[in-house]
Every structure is written in C-alpha cells, then in structure tokens.
C-alpha cells in the first residue's frame, strides 16, 4: 500500500528545532505537491506548509512563516520540514500527504487536499 512515511519528531524545548522527514513508501508519483498538516487531539487537522512537485513554489500558514521551512529531494522521495524556534503551541502530530489539487495564481501557490496518508510523528515542545 502506497503512503508517507514520516519521522523526526520528538520532545525539544522552546526555541529548539526540529526537522521532520516524510518518505514515499511503495509507489508515489514524483508529481505530487506535498503537503505537511499537524492535529492536535479534539481539534482539526490544519494544513501547514506544502511544496510543489518541482520545489520551486512553496506556501505556508501564517504562524509558522519565518519559522518553518519546506524543501525536497525528489532524487530521495523525500520531503523535509526545517522547525525553527518551535513553540508550546506547535505540539501536535504532524503528517505529510500528497496533495490532490493545486493552484497557482500570480505566485499565490496553494495546496488542497490529500492523498497517501501516514501514520504521523509527534512532536511535543515542552520544557
């Protein structure tokens, strides 16, 4: 069964980093955009970041611009999260999954959606 595979998570303080991997396990198009969402237990899952399927064109929620980086290596299937200067508010378990459609207006690149589900990683930031 074709899915995600994601790790790097774990418990650091505030101010530390992290930086999350997710791996295409079985077949997985290089064509996807990839998204990366977190959910914490009894809210709703949020979309995050998400990086197009040539990594040229990336998007991000508003609370971890400038903290959070997204970034690629198709050559590995591997798409990766840079977590800087991570928050209490950033605990949650984060997943990745593909994206099931795009859009891509004046620069404004956007991700909805997703496919190939993983089991996630948490992360907890914590003193």
């Known amino acids: 069964q074709a899915q995600f595979v994601e790790s790097g998570g774990g418990l650091v303080q505030p101010g530390g980093s992290l930086r999350l991997s997710c791996v295409a396990s079985?077949?997985?198009?290089?064509?996807?955009?990839i998204s990366w969402f977190r959910q914490v237990p009894g809210k709703e899952r949020e979309g995050i970041s998400c990086i197009s399927s040539e990594g040229d064109a990336t998007n991000y929620l508003d609370s971890v611009k400038g903290r959070f980086t997204i970034s690629r290596d198709n050559a590995k299937k591997t798409v990766y999260l840079q977590m800087n200067n991570l928050e209490p508010e950033d605990t949650a378990t984060y997943y990745c999954?593909?994206?099931?459609?795009?859009?891509?207006?004046?620069?404004?690149?956007?991700?909805?959606?997703?496919?190939?589900w993983g089991r996630g990683t948490q992360v907890t930031v914590s003193r």
């Open positions: 079985g077949f997985i198009s290089d064509y996807y955009a």
């Open positions: 999954a593909a994206a099931q459609t795009v859009q891509n207006l004046g620069g404004n690149f956007k991700c909805f959606g997703g496919d190939y």
